[in-house]
């Protein structure tokens, strides 16, 4: 079983930073999809960023231009950096992997998960 711990979450002010890690065990890193999810109070858990094993990366329209997922294969870790925070960014956020590699956005496409890390973004 593949094991994914999140860290780097934590309480800024809007227009601040964060940069989340996750941190991957398992099977080789590198034929797996990485995608962070988040899920805000009361909603449905929403894509955020993928970086898959083909080495595209896709972002909700909500982040684009401000967060940016990058991966390094040899240290099994994805990240995503957060840039130009919003109060509405605020959520837990969860790390997966797609270990068939569909290059998908679908939360129900990730085999594994992380515990999750929260994001808080104070106005």
């Known amino acids: 079983q593949v094991q994914l711990v999140e860290s780097g979450g934590g309480l800024v002010q809007a227009g601040g930073s964060l940069r989340l890690s996750c941190a991957a065990s398992g099977r080789t890193f590198s034929n797996y999809d990485m995608g962070w999810f988040r899920q805000a109070p009361g909603k449905e858990r929403e894509f955020v960023a993928s970086?898959?094993?083909?080495?595209?990366?896709s972002y909700a329209d909500s982040v684009k231009g401000r967060f940016t997922i990058s991966r390094d294969n040899a240290k099994s870790t994805v990240y995503l950096q957060m840039n130009s925070l919003k109060p509405e960014d605020t959520a837990d956020y969860y790390c997966?992997?797609?270990?068939?590699?569909?290059?998908?956005?679908?939360?129900?496409?990730?085999?594994?998960w992380g515990q999750g890390t929260q994001v808080t973004v104070s106005s």
């Open positions: 970086c898959w094993s083909n080495g595209r990366t």
């Open positions: 997966a992997a797609d270990r068939v590699a569909l290059a998908s956005r679908r939360s129900r496409a990730y085999d594994y």
